[in-house]
């Protein structure tokens, strides 16, 4: 069984940072992508963005120049790191980790920036 536990959300003025740390535990296939999605009320959940285990990645185009995403396979951590936030990336941000086919989720976590 994969858990995602998900931290580091919070409020945050418009223009400023936050970084985020998803950890999965469980039995976990290598070859993996690991990423975060986000939900804003009345919205469905979108892509933020993922990395692969080789390191290659995907963005939104709202998010481009502005978040990072990174991880750590040794600890089996992804992390997201914003950048200039907007008012509008004010949503719950939900970790993801996809292999063989299934998608695992997180919980979510709270980010509200505030202008």
């Known amino acids: 069984q994969v858990q995602l536990v998900e931290s580091g959300g919070g409020s945050v003025q418009a223009g400023g940072s936050l970084r985020l740390s998803c950890a999965a535990s469980?039995?976990?296939?290598?070859?993996?992508?690991m990423g975060w999605y986000r939900q804003a009320p009345g919205n469905q959940r979108d892509l933020v963005a993922d990395?692969?285990?080789?390191?290659?990645?995907d963005y939104a185009d709202s998010v481009k120049g502005r978040f990072t995403v990174s991880r750590d396979n040794a600890k089996s951590t992804v992390y997201l790191e914003m950048n200039n936030v907007k008012p509008e990336d004010t949503a719950v941000y939900y970790c993801?980790?996809?292999?063989?086919?299934?998608?695992?989720w997180g919980q979510g976590i709270q980010v509200t920036v505030t202008s």
């Open positions: 469980g039995t976990i296939f290598r070859l993996n992508t």
């Open positions: 990395i692969s285990n080789f390191g290659s990645t």
């Open positions: 993801n980790l996809r292999a063989l086919g299934r998608n695992r």
